[in-house]
């Protein structure tokens, strides 16, 4: 419903303003300005953003004019209050995304059954679903097993003392040309030692008889085949999806990864409903949905549960956190990139302990963070566990935006919003600075760049201290770091001849030098400045000797796309770093062999050639046997390093070489200024890779665009079908809600200890050929290679349910071991979880669980209540809960209740195979206190976990689905 519709019963009306533009038309807004309030201008902006949700939403139910003064009341209540928090939109993955639009599938059902208008059955809040977890490498690369120790690991077998195969790595592909008598579509013999082609993760494409590189995209194309015919059902009810409900966007497959696609796509900054503004703010069922924090979009990770409760119309529950503000100061380093940056960022604040609060950035060296910068910071939110990283919207932003297809009209009808409601902000004026909870600095001249080596990644140095350290790694005994070369031959100077002409290597020698893009392409300034360094050192003359094996191996096409399009290609080509393909070569020991005279010059003189590469790993040999020192370095100093033919270089006060005139040229001189990157950046990569990623989505997508779907307003289920059934949380639903059922001699289905996770309870992983799960699919006739995975069959009931409590490590104090195994009490029969509930289900038994402390621990997944819910399992009676688990069993309709303080089962002398007896009244309340009784004559007492009458809606209604269901049926009888 518009919010204009809303607007003229709402108990903020009196807080709307109206946006007045000469170029638009005029918007409306709430302003908690107008609550004339000092305090809102001292909360934090993230702060602000919760508290006009709530206004905007309040309701009385959902949401209370409580809930608003207790937002406005930051400071004193943060980490006491309760709030909630309505997001603009839901993010899905399509794996947490299907059960989700299955219950809302299901939910039309039901109300045409009950005579209901089933197009009115739709998500209430705009829902996003990017299917991006579908995709499985049936077709990867490989590489052949005698390749220099491909994998780094310890080599094995005869096979592995191979001599490494010799191919050129700049060789056009192979395709079985060049006079070739096999073709690469042929079977590789296996006959000839040495040759047995094996499959190496992330390796490039080989021909096993040719060496050559294979056409990538032909493999790719094949892996998409696959994921569509093996997808197929489920990607014909997304599309079903896409068409029959309102505020439901699919974002195909093969269009990129959730939290890019949000970023890049889907964020609006502000969002206009029927004439009302509002900040755009997101929950996501990915952890890395903190990602737009960057852009000043409040947003985070929720379990699937959460995020349907959303579409449904619930507000998300958290307590109001405490926020803690990092002030940035002082100028980034020159040879500082973002990716400096932004780990000095994040071991600061992972040192810090901002674990489940919120981080909001301020300070003047923000305003030198592009972005893309900030972007990839909140990125980084899950590694310091913070909950949010926000950056409030700045010029930075704007001009971001118009660099990403924002047109003018949107711009100007964002700043002059957000100035409005003071969710705009200069972070170089301290007077906007608001309060936070605490404040952590950080001197962003205090993060210099670091190499790591020369033997692990974990030994960072600072690059003014490389050459320093590398020296003294040559008189350190053999060890992580020491190659222990004596005192007389550390200055030995070996001369040999390359294409005719004499070059000298010594210790430190750089022989290797390789871009690569696996690690950085998150952010693209650092791949944009090696291209800018590389160009100016080009121009400035300088060169690249050819002995060193030099290379480029970007980390998707995209990669190449925007080097390309910013022009620097040509000049990283001229100075040797060419494109070789798009894989792990280098990191995994693929290297191309070093030429014959360097590799004798080196064993010569025992020198300590250097490799230097922009991957993740650099063990001793694992790039090439005869280079012992390998250093991990940011892609534009791998090609400065490559300049210099050397890593014991003081970049300070050595020049890399003489330009065409015979001056020195130093790094200083040609590293490219954060300027130069930002404005590459902003001008020339982001409009194209944004311009991509929209055409890619709305038009190129030909097999989404051809695959049929159904247009019918009730979904067509297949009772074949063993990945998409219609649930039976609606089963037996009435108009009314019946008065809720009282516990009449139920039977307790587990007994449970201490610390019972999510893990234990919500089916995950693979399918184990034994479990109830696999015997339902073998009953359809699948052999166990078809089973798939948990994660794959959350659309199917069936499955889900039959894999609750089938975790292998559950305790159950019936068997006394870890098992996925229960007792059957009026047996005394042991049987698989799911097989004893449907036995007491048969002969009409209610159930429940007993359990020891927090209960439902661990990460939030949605069949950790709808699973025990389908078992039939009534109540679950814990010493505690963890709190987003319990309102999960509130939100399905299972009774949390928890022992009174200082009891539990042991306490009470429980068994857990009495009877147990509750009578639930009518006039339930929050924290209720019931009498429970058990066939042995016991009675204790319990709290009935309900907080609120709207948790009490629910359980009387039997959860949120059937409280929805009903409510649209109200609302269409006359």
């Not at 009302?276 to 703010?281: A, E, M």
């Not at 001249?445 to 590398?470: C, L, M, N």
């Not at 809720?740 to 050929?769: C, Y």
């Not at 166990?784 to 794959?792: C, I, L, T, V």
Request: net charge neutral; with cysteine.
């Amino acid at each position: 419903m518009a919010l204009a519709v809303e607007a003229s019963e709402h108990p903020f009306q009196d807080l709307i303003e109206i946006l007045k533009s000469e170029k638009n038309e005029d918007k409306k807004f709430f302003s908690p300005q107008k609550l004339n309030d000092p305090r809102y201008e001292s909360l934090p902006f993230s702060i602000r953003v919760l508290l006009e949700a709530a206004i905007r939403k309040c309701d009385g139910f959902y949401v209370k004019k409580e809930d608003v003064l207790n937002i406005l009341n930051w400071r004193q209540q943060q980490n006491n209050a309760e709030v909630p928090f309505s997001p603009a939109r839901i993010l899905l993955q399509d794996f947490t995304g299907i059960p989700a639009l299955v219950d809302f599938a299901a939910m039309r059902d039901a109300v045409m059954k009950l005579g209901g208008d089933p197009y009115q059955v739709n998500p209430l809040c705009p829902t996003d679903l990017i299917v991006d977890h579908s995709l499985q490498i049936d077709f990867s690369k490989c590489a052949i097993q005698n390749a220099p120790n491909p994998g780094g690991g310890e080599k094995q077998g005869s096979a592995a003392k191979s001599s490494p195969a010799k191919s050129q790595p700049r060789s056009s592909q192979c395709g079985g040309q060049g006079g070739c008598k096999r073709s690469c579509s042929d079977e590789p013999s296996t006959d000839t030692p040495g040759r047995a082609a094996v499959q190496i993760e992330n390796s490039p494409i080989l021909c096993p008889f040719h060496l050559q590189p294979v056409s990538e995209p032909e493999t790719a194309l094949k892996s998409q085949d696959a994921e569509f015919n093996r997808n197929k059902e489920r990607l014909q009810f997304f599309k079903w999806c896409s068409k029959v409900f309102k505020n439901v966007t699919v974002i195909p497959p093969e269009t990129g990864v959730v939290h890019q696609v949000n970023l890049e796509y889907l964020s609006h900054i502000v969002r206009d409903d029927g004439g009302f503004l509002y900040p755009d703010s997101v929950v996501g069922t990915d952890s890395h949905t903190t990602m737009v924090n960057g852009l000043g979009i409040l947003g985070w990770g929720v379990g699937g549960i959460e995020s349907e409760a959303v579409m449904l119309g619930q507000p998300v529950s958290l307590t109001l956190p405490q926020v803690v503000g990092c002030k940035l100061v002082g100028s980034i380093s020159t040879l500082a990139t973002s990716i400096d940056i932004v780990l000095g960022i994040t071991k600061h604040l992972r040192q810090a302990g901002v674990a489940g609060k919120f981080v909001e950035f301020f300070g003047p060296g923000v305003s030198q963070l592009s972005a893309g910068d900030r972007t990839t910071i909140a990125n980084m939110c899950p590694e310091y566990s913070a909950t949010v990283s926000f950056f409030p919207v700045d010029d930075v932003t704007l001009k971001h935006l118009k660099q990403t297809n924002f047109d003018e009209e949107k711009l100007d009808i964002i700043e002059a919003y957000l100035k409005a409601v003071k969710l705009f902000r200069s972070y170089q004026n301290p007077s906007e600075d608001p309060e936070y909870s605490q404040v952590i600095e950080i001197n962003l001249s205090s993060i210099i760049p670091h190499v790591s080596g020369p033997k692990r990644p974990q030994d960072r140095v600072a690059v003014t201290d490389t050459k320093k350290d590398f020296q003294k790694c040559l008189k350190e005994k053999i060890g992580f770091k020491g190659f222990h070369i004596p005192a007389e031959k550390q200055n030995e100077v070996i001369p040999f001849m390359h294409k005719g002409t004499e070059y000298k290597l010594a210790h430190g020698s750089v022989v290797i030098a390789a871009v690569i893009s696996c690690t950085n392409n998150c952010n693209p300034s650092v791949m944009l400045a090696a291209g800018l360094l590389a160009k100016k050192a080009v121009e400035a003359g300088l060169v690249v000797q050819p002995y060193i094996r030099t290379s480029l191996s970007p980390g998707s096409g995209m990669v190449t796309h925007y080097i390309s399009a910013s022009g620097v290609l040509p000049y990283l080509n001229q100075l040797g770093f060419e494109v070789i393909g798009y894989g792990c070569e280098t990191c995994v020991g693929n290297t191309a062999p070093l030429p014959e005279a360097v590799v004798d010059a080196i064993k010569q003189g025992d020198l300590v050639a250097c490799g230097v590469l922009s991957g993740n790993r650099n063990f001793e040999g694992r790039l090439c046997d005869c280079v012992r020192a390998n250093y991990l370095a940011s892609p534009p100093l791998v090609v400065a390093y490559a300049i210099a033919g050397t890593v014991s270089i003081d970049f300070e006060t050595e020049p890399l070489g003489v330009d065409s005139e015979g001056r020195a040229m130093y790094l200083r001189d040609i590293w490219p200024t954060r300027d130069e990157l930002q404005q590459a950046e902003e001008q020339t990569v982001i409009p194209s890779m944004f311009s991509q990623l929209k055409d890619r989505i709305e038009k190129e997508n030909k097999r989404w665009n051809s695959l049929e779907a159904p247009e019918s307003v009730l979904f067509p289920w297949d009772p074949k079908s063993t990945y998409i059934r219609c649930p039976s949380f609606f089963h037996k639903l009435t108009k009314e809600p019946v008065c809720p059922q009282s516990i009449e001699n139920a039977h307790v289905l587990l007994f449970l200890g201490d610390v019972v996770t999510t893990d234990h309870i919500s089916p995950a992983g693979s399918i184990a050929r034994v479990s109830a799960a696999a015997k339902y699919l073998i009953s359809k006739r699948l052999t166990p290679r078809e089973f798939n995975s948990y994660g794959a069959r959350r659309g199917n009931d069936a499955v889900m349910t039959r894999g609750t409590f089938a975790s292998i490590k559950l305790l159950n104090r019936f068997i006394g071991k870890t098992a996925p195994k229960t007792v059957h009490i009026p047996s005394g029969q042991t049987l698989d979880v799911y097989e004893a509930a449907d036995r007491y289900q048969r002969e009409g038994i209610q159930l429940i669980i007993l359990a020891g402390k927090k209960y439902g621990s661990g990460n939030s997944r949605d069949w950790a209540a709808k699973g025990p819910y389908l078992l039939g399992v009534k109540a679950v009676i814990a010493e505690s809960f963890e709190k987003m688990h319990k309102n999960h069993l509130v939100g399905i309709g299972i009774a949390p209740l928890q022992f009174l303080p200082g009891e539990n089962a042991d306490t009470l002398g429980l068994s857990g195979k009495e009877k147990y007896s509750l009578t639930i009244p009518e006039d339930l309340s929050p924290r209720h206190e019931l009498t429970v009784k058990t066939s042995t004559g016991k009675t204790f007492k319990v709290f009935a976990l309900f907080e609120n009458e709207m948790d009490i809606a629910f359980f009387k209604h039997g959860g949120i689905l059937k409280y929805v269901a009903r409510n649209i049926l109200l609302q269409q009888s006359p």
